[in-house]
């Protein structure tokens, strides 16, 4: 027994959980750490088998595969949420019998780590396949992608909103509702589980944090949400080169109209009834030609006689330190510019001064005497998409080249 004596002093002393069990597998000794484990007191242990502590059948079997082979055993566990190695060790009991020495050690923060690559792998394998699927289409990708995590992790992921609304994945209606107030990465917790909500442009994505996972979680949202964001900047290009290129016929079309038409102000009419077809946030729109220091309004879509008669002095022109030539902008404050100009009364009366009014210009240099401006005007306060704007400054630069050749 003095051998026992020595290996639980030496035990005592680990910075690990440790126990000694006798011949039939019930506990004889255990450490003061491996009672903080368990949350038990020494006297609530000794005497039962560690089967009945753990709940976990197999471990008798494997203490007897370790008295009959007097082979060391190793194993892992996982208890109250935390991972652990068990290292078993056949010992000589003092009647002759062989028992079991064990010690634990806390693998948690290995298995997380493991677990986490193995998650961020598997994010960035199916943000990949979800792009090559998704042809461009943002919901597709995130609908793809969320299914597949969804099919691997069904414990974890939860449910997808897109503008706060249902998409996929679980219709609980209460983790639904408490998504829909959390704006930024934060967790909740509802029917005593953890929850966390990891936001990415208009999507909310909502997963499951089961306990001792906190990290893991928080180095999810933020993989997740810089990888997810690429992903949409990619398909956001997409979108706009695909956009771009099936509008580039249209531009070719609208360059064509000179061949039908007599004159520049005729051609310009022309024009911009089909220009407007091709940006679909026009709702207003006017052409503008400056020649002798003046700006003629020579063609208007939706907007009435009193502004397509309209000469404005150069001098007068509010939107001119703003437009460079051959060049597109989106002047998100136009309207001040309108409120401060001399013709404030008839911009009032077009809406051009209301805080949603956006217009997107466009300057056409024609050789070195004329300028032509092209204004499209919005009056919801929508912003200009990234494909309009290409395909303006496409047309503008294409129309300069053009029209300048035929002032020659």
Same mark, same amino acid.
């Given at each position: 027994?003095?051998?026992?004596?020595?290996?639980?002093?030496?035990?005592?002393?680990?910075?690990?959980?440790?126990?000694?069990?006798? *011949?039939?597998?019930?506990?004889?000794?255990?450490?003061?750490?491996?009672?903080?484990?368990?949350?038990?007191?020494?006297?609530?242990?000794?005497?039962?088998?560690?089967?009945?502590? @753990?709940?976990?059948?197999?471990?008798?079997?494997?203490?007897?595969?370790?008295?009959?082979? !007097? !082979? *060391?055993?190793?194993?892992?566990?996982?208890?109250?949420?935390?991972?652990?190695?068990?290292?078993?060790?056949?010992? !000589?009991?003092?009647?002759?019998?062989?028992?079991?020495?064990?010690?634990?050690?806390?693998?948690?923060?290995?298995?997380?780590?493991?677990?986490?690559?193995?998650?961020?792998?598997?994010?960035?394998?199916?943000?990949?396949?979800?792009?090559?699927?998704?042809?461009?289409?943002?919901?597709?990708?995130?609908?793809?992608?969320?299914?597949? @995590?969804?099919?691997? +992790?069904?414990?974890?992921? %939860?449910?997808?909103?897109?503008?706060?609304?249902?998409?996929?994945?679980?219709?609980?209606?209460?983790? &639904?509702?408490?998504?829909?107030?959390? *704006?930024?990465?934060?967790?909740?917790?509802?029917? /005593?589980?953890?929850?966390?909500?990891?936001?990415?442009?208009?999507?909310?994505?909502?997963?499951?944090?089961?306990?001792?996972?906190?990290?893991?979680?928080?180095?999810?949202?933020?993989?997740?949400?810089? +990888?997810?964001?690429?992903?949409?900047?990619?398909?956001? *290009?997409?979108?706009?080169?695909?956009?771009?290129?099936?509008?580039?016929?249209?531009?070719?079309?609208? &360059?064509?109209?000179?061949?039908?038409?007599?004159? #520049?102000?005729?051609?310009?009419?022309?024009?911009?009834?089909?220009?407007?077809?091709?940006?679909?946030?026009?709702?207003?729109?006017?052409?503008?030609?400056?020649?002798?220091?003046?700006?003629?309004?020579?063609?208007?879509?939706?907007?009435?006689?009193?502004? /397509?008669?309209?000469?404005?002095?150069?001098s007068e022109n509010s939107y001119g330190p703003h437009i460079g030539e051959n060049k597109v902008v989106e002047l998100l404050d136009a309207y001040k510019l309108n409120r401060e100009s001399k013709y404030k009364d008839l911009w009032e009366k077009t809406g051009v001064t209301s805080p949603n009014f956006i217009p997107l210009i466009g300057s056409v240099k024609v050789g070195d005497k004329k300028v032509i401006i092209i204004s499209?005007?919005?009056?919801?306060?929508?912003?200009?998409?990234?494909?309009?704007? /290409?395909?303006?400054?496409?047309? %503008?630069?294409? #129309?300069?080249?053009?029209?300048?050749?035929?002032?020659?």
């Amino acid at each position: 027994m003095r051998y026992l004596y020595f290996l639980q002093q030496f035990f005592e002393r680990l910075p690990a959980p440790a126990f000694i069990k006798d *011949n039939k597998g019930r506990y004889l000794w255990i450490n003061k750490e491996l009672e903080n484990v368990l949350g038990l007191p020494e006297e609530k242990i000794i005497g039962k088998l560690e089967s009945e502590i @753990f709940g976990i059948e197999e471990i008798e079997e494997i203490d007897r595969k370790v008295k009959r082979t !007097r !082979r *060391n055993h190793s194993h892992e566990i996982v208890y109250n949420g935390r991972h652990y190695n068990i290292q078993r060790m056949p010992i !000589r009991l003092g009647d002759g019998n062989y028992g079991v020495a064990g010690v634990m050690f806390d693998i948690t923060q290995k298995v997380l780590e493991q677990s986490l690559y193995k998650l961020l792998s598997f994010v960035e394998e199916k943000i990949m396949e979800a792009l090559g699927e998704a042809d461009g289409d943002i919901v597709t990708f995130v609908t793809s992608f969320s299914r597949k @995590f969804h099919a691997q +992790y069904p414990h974890v992921a %939860v449910v997808l909103l897109m503008n706060n609304e249902y998409l996929i994945g679980t219709k609980d209606e209460k983790i &639904i509702e408490k998504a829909k107030e959390i *704006n930024e990465v934060k967790t909740f917790v509802h029917d /005593k589980k953890t929850y966390q909500v990891v936001p990415i442009d208009r999507f909310k994505f909502v997963v499951h944090v089961p306990e001792h996972y906190t990290s893991m979680a928080k180095a999810l949202a933020g993989f997740l949400g810089s +990888y997810v964001l690429a992903a949409l900047k990619v398909l956001e *290009n997409q979108k706009v080169y695909k956009d771009v290129i099936e509008k580039l016929n249209s531009v070719t079309k609208i &360059i064509e109209l000179w061949n039908k038409t007599q004159t #520049l102000e005729e051609y310009l009419t022309l024009m911009l009834d089909e220009l407007v077809k091709v940006i679909p946030e026009t709702q207003k729109a006017s052409v503008w030609l400056l020649e002798n220091d003046e700006y003629k309004c020579v063609a208007v879509y939706n907007y009435d006689d009193e502004v /397509k008669n309209l000469v404005i002095k150069a001098s007068e022109n509010s939107y001119g330190p703003h437009i460079g030539e051959n060049k597109v902008v989106e002047l998100l404050d136009a309207y001040k510019l309108n409120r401060e100009s001399k013709y404030k009364d008839l911009w009032e009366k077009t809406g051009v001064t209301s805080p949603n009014f956006i217009p997107l210009i466009g300057s056409v240099k024609v050789g070195d005497k004329k300028v032509i401006i092209i204004s499209l005007d919005n009056f919801e306060g929508s912003r200009f998409s990234e494909a309009s704007k /290409k395909v303006l400054q496409i047309f %503008v630069e294409l #129309l300069s080249t053009f029209l300048s050749s035929k002032e020659k």
